[in-house]
């Protein structure tokens, strides 16, 4: 069958699924008719502005009850300004990384914004390009084969050791700029519901070179030319068991963000400890501070791991978090699946209880998640198919590719890729 005829067929079906009033099956029949690259009819066409018009009555009604929740509390406590959603810039950021909602929970993201990222990650290669200079060739590949060793113990879900000098090296090439992109828009959708204030306190448990902060201060550039920010003021804390990955971090902070036109004032403190013995007398955090407590990646297979962890992050969370605050938890899909031993399909329900399940384990109480995935899917594809999606749909890292290929011999070209659950949620 060619092109034409499967999509005649596609229209077909869809408009009989309307008839039928199946319109989960409309939408991955409307899905399916845009990625081919087929023009809508003037059906398909209604059924599109349709579904956005709904889309946009759900989120003006969230913002609506999210903004009345923010004002009574602010009511109730000393002022805090939050910055309000400017409908432009949201429309913005939904366009430019073409951001579609595919149902209440499945975000799906393939595009980027380029003025943002690809100085970011041009910045990030002259920097790494700079202290692999200071190392002498033949130390600096096996220094970078070590590292990378193991580094890639997170693929099979086993914990680093990260005691190489080059892993935060290795992680800035391999992983720091995806994660970069997912807290990016874990921040957007956040602002996007009115829980952004300008003066902001921030404890990153687990907290690597400060993926969080990073994401945080490229989305507020992102936010100039639409809006004008308050001076935004951000007190960051880094809880890290590796102080090289601080140390980095900052060094690059200071290389790169601080020299931006920008009105946000980042205070950076440092706690180097490891969670696994971690002492909540002897800690020097300060109590009911923080107004987002957030966790990336920082979760564990093994259940006695998972159980201790747990236990310090809920009595982190009772101490340290204000009442009116929030935590943010970001988790790739297959370990929050396989922490449970349930396999992830297309299953709204499955994925709330296992949701939920995962609150549960940490004290706390829903406010919203959202799946981000590039693919649209919540299973995955074949590595093929999904090496040709990439190259075909996802957006490209130009400047750290070609390191990537000199230093590790890759083949391919590197992409931004999301695979995670962002979950907000209240002790």
């Not at 396999?343 to 995962?358: L, T």
């Not at 590595?383 to 590719?401: C, I, R």
Request: charged share 25%; glycine share 4%; net charge positive.
């Amino acid at each position: 069958m060619n092109n034409p005829i499967v999509n005649w067929w596609r229209s077909q079906q869809l408009k009989l699924s309307l008839k039928r009033g199946d319109i989960r099956r409309a939408m991955q029949l409307l899905q399916e008719i845009q990625k081919s690259g087929a023009t809508f009819s003037w059906l398909e066409k209604l059924f599109r502005d349709k579904l956005q018009l709904e889309r946009y009555s759900q989120e003006y009604k969230r913002q609506t009850e999210t903004l009345t929740k923010q004002l009574t509390e602010a009511s109730q406590q000393k002022p805090n300004l939050i910055l309000m959603p400017d409908e432009k810039f949201i429309k913005y950021i939904y366009k430019i990384f073409n951001l579609i909602q595919h149902d209440e929970y499945k975000l799906q993201s393939t595009g980027i914004d380029e003025r943002i990222f690809d100085d970011f990650e041009s910045r990030l290669v002259e920097y790494l390009k700079e202290e692999f200079n200071k190392i002498p060739e033949k130390q600096l590949f096996i220094k970078l084969q070590d590292a990378l060793e193991d580094i890639n113990n997170l693929k099979i879900g086993q914990d680093p050791d990260y005691r190489f000098s080059l892993t935060p090296h290795v992680y800035f090439m391999k992983y720091f700029l995806e994660n970069v992109y997912c807290t990016y828009l874990a921040w957007f959708l956040i602002y996007q519901d009115a829980l952004l204030p300008s003066k902001v306190n921030i404890l990153d448990i687990a907290a690597g070179p400060g993926t969080v902060a990073y994401g945080l201060a490229l989305f507020l550039q992102s936010s100039s030319g639409f809006f004008d920010i308050p001076q935004m003021h951000i007190s960051y804390y880094s809880l890290e068991k590796q102080d090289a990955f601080q140390f980095r971090g900052l060094q690059f902070w200071r290389r790169y963000i601080e020299s931006r036109l920008t009105t946000v004032n980042a205070y950076f403190r440092f706690v180097t400890t490891d969670i696994f013995t971690w002492k909540t007398q002897s800690n020097n955090l300060p109590k009911d501070f923080f107004d987002f407590i957030v966790i990336s990646h920082c979760f564990f297979l093994d259940p006695a791991k998972r159980l201790e962890a747990n236990n310090t992050y809920k009595q982190i969370f009772a101490t340290s978090l204000k009442n009116s605050g929030y935590v943010l938890l970001i988790v790739q899909d297959k370990k929050l699946f396989k922490v449970y031993d349930v396999h992830q399909v297309e299953n709204q329900e499955q994925e709330k209880n296992v949701v939920h399940k995962f609150l549960a384990e940490l004290g706390l109480e829903l406010v919203w998640y959202k799946y981000l995935t590039s693919t649209g899917l919540r299973t995955s594809l074949p590595g093929a198919e999904f090496a040709k999606f990439a190259q075909d749909k996802l957006p490209k890292k130009l400047y750290m590719s070609p390191m990537i290929q000199q230093y590790f011999g890759q083949k391919y070209q590197s992409n931004y890729a999301l695979d995670d659950y962002v979950i907000l949620a209240k002790k």
